[in-house]
Nanobody, 122 residues
Framework: VQLVESGGGSVQVGGSLRVSCAYS????????MGWFRQAPGKERERVAS???????SYADSVKGRFTISKDNAKNTLYLQMNSLKPEDTAMYYC?????????????????WGQGTQVTVSS
């Protein structure tokens, strides 16, 4: 299993960025996938997730600004980020975990990419 993030970079406040996560070694069916971020000195937080059953969820801090999506033919997960703020600056990671009994267990027991840096400057 491998997850490789790309698309991070530097952007000004109010700008947009799309990060991608190319995955291999598993199929989207039966796997929950999500985006997480960690800023220096802060705990890792879940940004958005896709439960593989058509449902998505978002952290309150990004609702209405970020959108998680998948291209199953390309085995790629995306995170479209609009109206970026300085507090969105972080390392962004994608992760995947196998669904269990119809729900998504902790991503800590799943697979993680190496991360891609997003920096928002004013």
């Amino acid at each position: 299993v491998q997850l490789v993030e790309s698309g991070g970079g530097s952007v000004q406040v109010g700008g947009s960025l799309r990060v991608s996560c190319a995955y291999s070694g598993f199929t989207y069916r039966g796997y929950c996938m999500g985006w997480f971020r960690q800023a220096p000195g802060k705990e890792r937080e879940r940004v958005a997730s896709d439960a593989s059953d058509g449902s998505t969820s978002y952290a309150d801090s990004v609702k209405g600004r970020f959108t998680i999506s998948k291209d199953n033919a390309k085995n790629t997960l995306y995170l479209q980020m609009n109206s970026l703020k300085p507090e969105d600056t972080a390392m962004y990671y994608c992760a995947a975990v196998r669904r269990w009994n119809g729900y998504c267990p902790s991503y800590n027991s799943g697979y993680w990419g190496q991360g891609t840096q997003v920096t928002v400057s004013s």
